[in-house]
T-cell receptor, first 112, second 115 residues
Framework: DSGVTQTPKHLITATGQRVTLRCSPR?????VYWYQQSLDQGLQFLIQ???????AKGNILERFSAQQFPDLHSELNLSSLELGDSALYFC???????????FGQGTRLTVV | AQKVTQAQTEISVVEKEDVTLDCVYE???????LFWYKQPPSGELVFLIR??????QNEISGRYSWNFQKSTSSFNFTITASQVVDSAVYFC????????????FGKGTRLHILP
């Protein structure tokens, strides 16, 4: 158990819908990262937050957004969902001044 | 640009054989971190090792060992006396400390250990 909690574990939704994925980092970790893992694209970095502020942005679609709250948990919002958004979404957290990232179990999103 | 290449898409070996997973990286920074993660069939990502760019010492942890060579920009991972439980996808990754410290992953190597 990495200490990073992601909910829900599985999500099935229809095209055009909007979903929210939630991540609770390890206690004391200030950084939260979001990754998307699809079969053909591998692990793609989406976005990183550090202590509530956006720190780095990767290949995140405009239909996707994220935020980190004062209690340091983070949410990834996916809207206008398409079939191609079906993937495993990982959240990771890391302590201050280190990049040793610990990953949650992931949320498997299926868009039908 | 920041890039990680794992040229071996899939490898199959018989149990008890040694196997080396290759990783080549590209970075403009002098300060960076390299990682290996394991993703077993259950799907979670398990952290195996982190190595900073100033430490070229090889590391051994049980049956696992890592060979970091800056001259060839490689960070290879060897499993000695492989076991069926080692079957997984293994990812090499890179983080440039002087920039935004996001971790960029290679595409992974799927390792099959045959009984």
């Amino acid at each position: 158990d990495s200490g990073v909690t992601q909910t829900p574990k599985h999500l099935i939704t229809a095209t055009g819908q909007r979903v929210t994925l939630r991540c609770s980092p390890r206690s004391g970790d200030l950084s939260v990262y979001w990754y998307q893992q699809s079969l053909d694209q591998g692990l793609q970095f989406l976005i990183q937050y550090y202590n509530g502020e956006e720190r780095a942005k990767g290949n995140i679609l405009e239909r996707f957004s994220a935020q980190q709250f004062p209690d340091l948990h983070s949410e990834l919002n996916l809207s206008s969902l398409e079939l191609g958004d079906s993937a495993l979404y990982f959240c990771a957290s890391s302590p201050p001044r280190t990049t040793e990232a610990f990953f949650g179990q992931g949320t498997r999103l299926t868009v039908v | 640009a920041q890039k990680v290449t794992q040229a071996q898409t899939e490898i199959s070996v018989v149990e008890k054989e040694d196997v080396t997973l290759d990783c080549v990286y590209e970075t403009r920074d002098t300060t960076y971190y390299l990682f290996w993660y394991k993703q077993p069939p259950s799907g979670e990502l398990v952290f195996l090792i982190r190595r900073n760019s100033f430490d070229e010492q090889n590391e051994i942890s049980g049956r696992y060992s890592w060979n970091f060579q800056k001259s060839t920009s490689s960070f290879n991972f060897t499993i000695t006396a492989s076991q069926v439980v080692d079957s997984a996808v293994y990812f090499c990754a890179l983080s440039e400390q002087n920039r935004d410290d996001k971790i960029i992953f290679g595409k992974g190597t799927r390792l099959h250990i045959l009984p």
